[in-house]
Nanobody, 115 residues
Framework: QVQLVESGGGLVQPGGSLRLSCAVSGGLFSLYEMGWYRQAPGNPRELVASIARNRVTNYADSVKGRFTISRDNAKNTVYLQMNSLKPEDTAVYYC?????????WGQGTQVTVSS
């Protein structure tokens, strides 16, 4: 069973930047499709960005041009670089790893965008 640990969340002012990291263990990282999701209070969990094994990326319309997902297979880590942050980006951000019937989630990291 794959295990994931997120880090890098925090409080940032509007227009600021944060980089989230997700360290993965317990599986062959290079095989997994990786994704970042977020959930704000009262809202369902939504996909923010994903990166496939072949590094093809996909983004929610709300973050296109501001967020960048990347992966380092040597470090078993996926990143989410978040620029030009807005108050509506405030949420708990979760990392997901998926390969065949193995699906894992991290514990989440809080991102708060506020002045």
């Amino acid at each position: 069973q794959v295990q994931l640990v997120e880090s890098g969340g925090g409080l940032v002012q509007p227009g600021g930047s944060l980089r989230l990291s997700c360290a993965v263990s317990g599986g062959l990282f290079s095989l997994y499709e990786m994704g970042w999701y977020r959930q704000a209070p009262g809202n369902p969990r939504e996909l923010v960005a994903s990166i496939a094994r072949n590094r093809v990326t996909n983004y929610a319309d709300s973050v296109k041009g501001r967020f960048t997902i990347s992966r380092d297979n040597a470090k078993n880590t996926v990143y989410l670089q978040m620029n030009s942050l807005k108050p509506e980006d405030t949420a708990v951000y979760y990392c997901n790893a998926h390969f065949l019937n193995d699906d894992g989630w991290g514990q989440g990291t809080q991102v708060t965008v506020s002045s």
